[in-house]
């Protein structure tokens, strides 16, 4: 087994609909020009309240990636 370096970055997702949709745009888009994303952990969760309903989901995602040899 080999032993792996990772890079940390944030990123933000957000979804009108679920918490969890946030997360899957943000690793989504991510992936399409970040190489061997690993891992996440969700730092913050955040919404934005429109007339008394959740209008806007918003999470704050730790995300790791390893680095190439």
Do not use: C, P
């Amino acid at each position: 087994m080999n032993d792996h370096v990772y890079r940390v970055i944030e990123l933000v997702g957000s979804s009108s609909e679920t918490v969890e949709d946030a997360i899957d745009n943000a690793i989504e888009r991510a992936s399409k020009t970040v190489r061997h994303l690993d891992w996440f952990e969700v730092a913050d969760t955040r919404g934005q309240i429109v007339n008394g309903e959740v209008a806007y989901y918003q999470v704050k995602l730790k995300v790791g990636f390893r680095i190439e040899e």
